[in-house]
């Protein structure tokens, strides 16, 4: 049996990194991966503000005992005329900082005398409530890298910068198969025998989640002709194509045998771990094939562990595992096994705050309810006997599934 971070590292191993780039508006960026490293074409900010509402000065002027004189106030997106020696000048959050001030102070710690002369209460400190130029963002500088997912508040720093438009990966498309005579669609009246196909929109889901395009998702029977066709048109349209079941050793497992005869080379595994041991890596024109286990459960598990840092790779991104944080096991079972275990989890505080990976009450793998409860994959090691308190790997759902 292959380790899991062996086989983690043998998918991920799979990706062909994308090769070409399109352009897209800064509207449309939000979940798309940066193709090219992003300089800053202006400074942020552009020049020295002031970070309050209160009166700028030369912070050499400050005189406990005597009071300075105001000039007109200046206004955000004014341009305010130099101030004078011994002066200060009423500011606002966002206004220029005049010629030759140097500090702000804020409104609450000053006052005006019956001659509209400002006095400072509190003694400054020079520099203070001064935003200067380019301290956020400076003209020239690297401010995003090749590799970047973007988030919302990237955007507003592209925004910022003024960029309308950028270059970006194209999203990977995913085919999805599944097979089994015994699935029909949701929606359809179940007959004697039947279940309804959970795999094929539940893929759909974390594909589109991690913001990737499913191309295509075919339901075919268990027939050889209608597997290896769907495998041919699937591999030819898509970057990736993933299948749920039909590659074990029974007779109607029939996706290994319909990958061989169309050409395909094939790897199937067994892995150390629990839920998820088959585990199948294919090519076929070139095009990578995850074959996942067919129960519900486990082909999440799977995917959320080893087929997402794939999936990061054909998107281009450069963080393919994300982080894995750490906490005490909650509940009252103790687990040891000779596999990895990895228990579907929710964080919650215990009696004292601190927050625990608290394992749903019921394990098996044929729960499907238990992934809309947990928040992730609590992970225990092989042949380590792990019980309530003990520090357990937490792959967080929030982090791992996008």
Known sequence: MLDFDDAQQRLMGAAIPPSTTERVHLADALGRVLAHDLVALIDIPPA???????YALRFADYDAERTLPVQPAAYAGDVPEALKPGHAMRLFTGSLIPDDADTVVIQEECELDDKQALRILNPPTKGQHVRYQGEDMAQGRTILYAGTLLSSGHVAMLAAQGMAELEVFPKPKIGILTTGNELVAPGTPLKAGQIYNSNAPMLAALV?????????SVQAQDELPAIQEALQQLTQECDL??????????DKDLVKPAIEAAGGSMNLWRVKMKPGKPVALA???????????????????????MVSPLLRALQGRTELCPPIHHFPLGGEQRFLGWREDFLRTRLQANATGQLEAVPHSQQFSNIINSLGWASGLARIPADVDT??????????????AY
Do not use: C, K
């Not at 194509?241 to 029974?250: A, D, N, P």
């Not at 019980?387 to 791992?400: E, H, I, M």
């Open 48 to 54: 020295d503000n002031s970070a309050m509402d209160g």
């Open 208 to 216: 589109e989640q991690m913001q990737a395009v499913v191309h295509r």
């Open 241 to 250: 194509v993933l299948t749920v079941g039909g590659v074990s050793v029974g």
């Open 283 to 305: 090519h076929l024109n070139d095009t990578p094939i995850v074959g996942l286990p067919g129960n519900p459960v486990s082909a999440y598990a799977v995917f959320i562990l």
């Open 387 to 400: 019980g309530p308190g003990d520090q357990v790997a937490f792959y967080d759902f929030n982090l791992w």
